[in-house]
């Protein structure tokens, strides 16, 4: 065993991390995935050309590297000495992170577990994954149903009571009942997310979208995460904030079929022996792709959509199984939610009208368009790109500042949420006062002024017979409002100054809104900015134009999405799916194409730039650029500490107590080969499962291993839930124990994928990326050298660890070519 | 260097081959991607463990896998011994056929022109991607638009010709005329399509899908085809034949990609050299798989679909940017498309009228359904399911035959295809004789009986005021027939012998009508087959349901569809964009599932059941179990012929004339080092432009490469268009230049993708298949071993070779296991 004493004290502190670890700089050396050797690699004449090519000016080179870099730069490393932390930011809470493994293992256990399988596994294992596919669309179904439901009746119910008031007269009365409700609501949202799950925070599409890239935090989808999702999703819709429950639920999904895939929770007594199958990283991604694809179906009753959201936004590998099973779940989705919604239209569900899920129909219109509209469209899809991308660097803006504020603590993070629910309440309540009372126009379809809790035609302050344009957009659940903002027909009902305020107002709100501590989504805002936006727009331009304000308000909404998110084909198929309205494909289309390629020359989509500020290690499907000028052999670096076939164990003990590394090289070395060997890399889990079965023997002797094939079966290293399994300081050895061998090449994976040292990065990243590893074995270009030079992991092809470790790269230089993938 | 003079003979034979190759059986020993070397595996103990525990009963295990196999043996394995054979079908063409090669090569070229590459250029090439996207799109716009004129100009005009004599009673004349009409557009056809391009016969849907998987053939994408597959569409289509043009306009659209891509033809002077950019492999992927959804979208006039299918069925490999890229390109076809057909609108296209571009509109119907509805619906799917399976195992049978007739040369084809015109012409006129006339409904919304060439109610041979419903199926162009059976509202219109009688003849015409050699598509027979289907299960459960039976129909169609291609997404969107009927959606997601599911259960899909038959090598996502029982070491074979890093020219060069071999590992021997080193991996192309330039040395000395650098640049060794690029015959060499040396460090790979020997198949499969190889090199376990084992390429990893270097794995055994995936 080679190296590493000296990193025993920082270790210990490791030691006892757990997911409710406070913030605080982990220590120096960097904890890493695997564990690491440097070579002298500048003696091979493979190494690093470019070293001598770029030598000038490196201080220069960093200074615009910081300069133009902040958008790539995690939070975390403002607090942190250490760019290649195992920490991220996950919702509201600093966790220590690990990365997911998709590499089949392959040893002597593995072996003889599938020449042992029968036929009979194989169909129970089919039959259970569909079954868990459709449990998941179910209950992923029943949740969206059933948060919807919740919503209207309570923000129905507060609505109602305010109108009522107002109705009396009683204006300042109806205030505060409206802003206590509010408040109430808000503040119990802050309370649950804040004091149960902190990860349930912001929309969990980042998180969501980094789990399937292979990071993995416990608390990203853990039960109490999924119970703060359901509820404070709800609490937060009803307390009027201008925020989403579609990101939400994409989380909802994920953590109901994480849930589902691991067999319940152990900690609640739920667990069910039987989903042993699914004990491995591969098939969890599967069934958590399927759930946020379910999500997106019960968030905006799309199934279509969901399937193209999960593969356009959220998945990072896909094949096309997955893809049939995704469609799947949300066709079972669709089929609740419609049997739900018919079961209701019988007046059984309170205030839950056809309201409840978005579906706005624009269906009367007939839609020919022209060279000026196509201008008209044009200059639309341009602007919002622009304001798409300005509420990106915004939002990075804000959140970078909320997340100092809720760093401090749970009641600073309740201090919050209720300051924006005020300011909230005070827009929403205050702002339709400055709007002038609009006489009902005569040829009205809808009742005017409306009578219930939603509708166009908002009486608020005015006399009988007229109505507030602006209270029709403030005084309404969000999906109202935007059903209002596409109705058609309708072209002079809002004033351009209410329009105009009502943008601005969501706008901001929808940027100080997102970073609270409650679960909130970004699609309702930003569908609310853009259709308001697209309908000042149509209004503006209603003398060279003939579409409807209606229709611009939905190429506006296209616009805004296209602007943020940067999803071209999922939202395309979303908003089709909302309006049911296949004419304007093409149009959207445009939009969409316009606004992206506008916002991407500014920055990143918003959920990549969360991820990255988030501190989670995300692997891009493409190399950047630099990359090609570095060799696999330049990033690895630390200590390698590798492990001989038959191992003492108490090596092995230290080796894992002292690090926090997950792979180790197994190398047979002369008493046992004539030279040095690589037999394979072994995981700390696995090493831990073997410790733990004490199965020791005097001499460092090969054994046939059959002890282990005795003893084991596969599902014995089978990847128990996150946040479960053996940990080190669990085991106590004596120290007789200490001083016997155990054989470790029955659990070795013994064909590890390798590199050459001298492959580039790039070509190493690709490899990396495309196979989802977790360890890549670098191995010497020359024959006559130790058999293994390091490991790659995920943490060593991050931006910040590459440009720590070589400060005059440029990453500049070759920007654009990323573009160009 | 190693081996292979034994097979002189033989590779002198294959060095003759041409794209218009005649059908022989290829010399044995097999023609290879790579160059073999068979090590004694057995002494090593990570070798085959399965072998000693499966030796039983080879003779048995055998003839259960010929038994039981033949849905998955190529047709070329009939006419020849060899299993991994480098010769294929493409369209009616027996071709030779090459890997595509995804992998960055890094040698000191590449890293030179990486250095050396200005924003500039990086800024060329992106505009110039992005216009060739736009390109690809128009012209895919224009050719789906000129192919609909051409066909309802055509077919309408023959069609209204027979009906004028018809309506004055000359029925033999009628008949002659149509029949004649139909045989000579069908024998055009036909002609220029053995004639001038065999490739172009069929789909194209398998050829297209097998290349973007990495397997080429010249005249999959040759401008001919591209000329015989618009011109052919159009006369088959025109000819009355049960074909579809959606097949051949996804191969039109890949043509068309492809040749934008390589910078037009050098056969035709048309060539551009600013695209030197895309002279490899990846981005003419990227390229073609933008060309293949353009096609889909101009055919159906469905741009999210087309963005669908390409992600579905024909891609192999996809990341986000290129779905944008995709994505732009679809929009811009329906941009082009909707300009026309509002251009034509006005009458200036001669018959072209709405019907052009199918567009089925359901608009009207209010869909609500019971749970009868669902049930009837649920056995529609079930049985929809049998009848695709059944489609595609009889369509297999036929294709078999009618391949021993296309192969007896081009007049046989032609003659192959008359005689289906014939019958095809004799079915769709004579057997509307059979119904009897129907008096036209008292309350038709359209005119009855009909007066122009498409209609609900066609008079046929009827009295005035009847109309005879199987005429109005039979004689009518597809596209109008399938209009006639999703119309609603019509729920009396079709009887049901009528319907029996058509569907019967649809199922068997739309069989034998895909093998002939004219361009057919499969999309079109298989709706009208599926929509009758359906109209008659709606009409015989019309007293239990309410559902309209076109509803029924579409709903048929989608069980056909799912049952035969076994798409799910990508239908779902199709229909949805072909019928604008957003609440049927979940029915549609129902039905396709089920009748996937259980068509799954008979055999693969339509496409790739042809792809196997053609001996196309496709690399399947996932490895087949029995793979997992197969060490990468136990399947290379075949002599290896290795390089030294300076080796003398005489060796290269009776090296690339005696194999076919593509890649030849270069090792370093101790003249140059002390113990032999794997130096990469040479491609012949590289040796061939560094053999052109006759820059030989007298003696074995290493060199630093920089005459390499300075005489030539990246470009000089990209990719060329295919069937391009130098061949060896095309060099010749002195005597003295054959014994002097040659530095292959300069163009050597030094990184390639390497595999222990000891990693099962599987896992190589898989990382193969990922990163899109066309070699993979094999290393020794112990590091005192020559340092290569052997090279394992496509084929090694084809079922057809494991198979026959293995006959006693039992292919069944584990079957059941692949659905999983």
Known sequence: MAGGEEAQAQARAMDGSSPSLPPRPPPPPPEREGSHHSYDIESMDGGAPWRQHNGNGSSEALLRYDDGGSMREPLLRKRTMNTTSQIAIVGANICPIESLDYEVVENDLFKQDWRSRKKQQIFQYIVLKWSLVLLIGLLTGLVGFFNNLAVENIAGFKLLLTSDLMLNGRYIRAFFVYGGCNLVLAAAAAAICAYIAPAAAGSGIPEVKAYLNGVDAYSILAPSTLFVKIFGSILGVSAGFVLGKEGPMVHTGACIANLLGQGGSRKYRLTCNWLRYFKNDRDRRDLITCGSAAGVAAAFRAPVGGVLFALEEAASWWRSALLWRTFFTTAVVAVVLRALIEFCRSGKCGLFGQGGLIMFDLSSTVVTYSTPDLIAIIVLGIIGGIFGGLFNFLL??????????????????????????????????????????????????????????????????????????????????????????????????????????????????????????????????????????????????????????????????????????????????????????????????LVLLISKTIADNFNKGVYDQIVVMKGLPYMEAHAEPYMRHLVAGDVVSGPLITFSGVEKVGNIVHALRITGHNGFPVVDEPPITEVPELVGLVTRSHLLVLLNSKNFMKGQIKTSGSFVLRRFGAFDFAKPGSGKGLKIQDLDFTDEEMDMYVDLHPITNTSPYTVVETMSLAKAAILFRELGLRHLLVVPKTPDRPPIVGILTRHDFMPEHVHSLFPNLNPHKYHSASMAG
């Open 396 to 589: 990075d803006k804000i959140l970078r500042v909320y997340s100092i504020i809720n760093e401090k603590g749970a009641p600073f993070k309740i201090l919050l949420t209720i300051t924006i629910s005020i300011i909230t309440s005070m827009c929403s309540y205050g702002l339709p006062w400055f709007a002038a009372c609009t006489p009902c126009p005569v040829d009205a379809v809808e009742q005017c002024p409306t009578a219930g809790r939603s509708g166009n035609y908002k009486n608020f302050q005015c006399p009988a017979g007229h109505y507030n344009d602006l209270a029709s957009l403030f005084f309404n659940t969000n999906d109202d409002a935007i059903r209002n903002l596409f109705s058609n027909g309708t072209s002079n009902e809002f004033q351009m100054s209410s329009l105009f305020i009502f943008f601005t107002a969501i706008y901001c709100l929808g940027l100080v809104t997102y970073g609270v501590a409650v679960p909130s989504g970004l699609f309702i805002p930003v569908i609310l900015a853009g259709a308001t936006y697209g309908r000042i727009v149509g209004t503006l331009l209603g003398s060279i134009t003939d579409l409807d304000p209606g229709l611009f308000a939905l190429l506006g909404a296209a616009s805004f999405l296209g602007g943020t998110m940067r999803m071209t084909v999922s939202v395309c198929v979303i908003l089709l799916e909302l309006t049911n309205e296949l004419p304007m494909l093409p149009l959207v289309m």
